[in-house]
């Protein structure tokens, strides 16, 4: 039997609460050269990225349920003069897995790439 997503919002929907993304996150792998490491915070009504190096951007957080909870995910975009970069990331357990999906878009004829990190709370 497939399982259908609900078109209608559940009775007692509660806000996405973004505490178990919180805090600072450091890369599994110390000789990665993709994110080192990253900080997600909360404030302003907003969920705030920071990546070393590239800055803050706003992150949109995701529940499990269209019912809200707790986050379990969110996706982030940071725009650069020569890139764009896609963050998808979601809790596995006691790690954050985050994938980067970046696109060129300056005259370097580099190929779009993919990177995948696993990170752990500092």
Not at 20 to 47: C, F, K, M, Q, V
């Amino acid at each position: 039997m497939i399982s259908r997503l609900s078109d209608r919002a559940p009775l007692n929907a509660a806000p996405i609460d973004p505490a178990p993304l919180l805090g600072d996150w450091l890369n599994y792998d110390a000789t990665s050269r993709n994110i080192a490491s990253l900080t997600i915070t909360h404030g302003e009504g907003r969920i705030i990225l920071h990546i070393t190096n590239w800055g803050e951007t706003t992150a949109l957080p995701f529940a499990l349920t269209t019912a809200g909870g707790e986050a379990a995910a969110f996706r982030a975009a940071y725009d650069f003069d020569f890139a764009r970069i896609a963050i998808l990331a979601y809790l596995n357990k006691r790690l954050l897995v985050v994938d980067a999906y970046t696109t060129f878009h300056d005259d370097s004829r580099r190929s779009s790439y993919f990177a995948r990190d696993h990170f752990y709370l500092k």
